[in-house]
């Protein structure tokens, strides 16, 4: 089944602690981007990739990190979280620009 | 830069009732593409409807469809027979047509569909 995941689905941390959310996609798209959903502010996105390799930042960037080392992996990194990283994460893939492939999402809580 | 606009919080429709959703934006590019996605309460994305720029006829998706007027910039999502299913939260967005780098959403319309 064509899909994209994420792992953890849920995950509570705390301030200043090192995280890694995994993304994955089995559909061999070379676009994948993050990003972050929070109340009353829909999506923005924090980090996109349009190849292996080849990253760049988004409308929100601060405090992410991101790597592309494979086509099928897109990993988002948060070297030390903050409670303003509080947010609902989503990653995306694309073949192209018409279609959007999300994940379920990740809720993330920092206290 | 561009930018998406969403004015109405929530809707209220009843079932079986068509329902407009509106959307406006902004943007200085000549070649771009316009989304609706749906987001139910389980939380999801789901890709609905895409429109590009140069597209001449209106987007159509079985009972989605898009009412493009590019001289308005706006983008609004018609709901055609609406279900109880569809009761969710819909998203307007763009992006340069000649790639994915960006995707800009709006703030998003919460739609009700009561029986």
């Known amino acids: 089944e064509a899909q994209v995941t994420q792992n953890p689905r849920y995950l509570i941390t705390v301030t200043g602690k090192k995280l890694t959310v995994t993304c994955s996609q089995n559909m061999n798209h070379e676009y994948m981007s993050w990003y972050r959903q929070d109340p009353g502010l829909g999506l923005r996105q924090i980090y996109y990739?349009?190849?292996?390799?080849?990253?760049d930042k988004g409308d929100v960037p601060e405090g992410y990190k991101v790597s592309r080392k494979e086509k099928r992996n897109f990993p988002l990194i948060l070297e030390s979280p903050s409670p303003n990283q509080t947010s609902l994460y989503f990653c995306a893939s694309s073949p192209g620009p018409r279609e959007q492939y999300f994940g379920p999402g990740t809720r993330l809580t920092v206290t | 830069a561009q930018k998406i606009t969403q004015t109405q919080p929530g809707m209220f429709v009843q079932e079986k009732e068509a329902v407009t959703l509106d959307c406006t934006y902004d943007?200085?590019?000549?070649?771009?593409?316009l989304f609706w996605y749906k987001q139910p309460s389980s939380g999801e994305m789901i890709f609905l409807i895409y429109q590009g720029s140069y597209d001449e006829q209106n987007a159509t998706e079985g009972r989605y469809s898009l009412n493009f007027q590019k001289a308005r910039k706006s983008a609004n999502l018609v709901i055609s027979a609406s279900q109880l299913g569809d009761s969710a939260m819909y998203f307007c967005a763009m992006s340069p047509n000649t790639g994915f780098q960006k995707l800009v959403f709006g703030t998003g319309t919460r739609l009700l569909v009561s029986p």
């Open positions: 943007t200085s590019d000549q070649s771009y593409g």
């Open positions: 990739s349009m190849n292996v390799e080849v990253t």
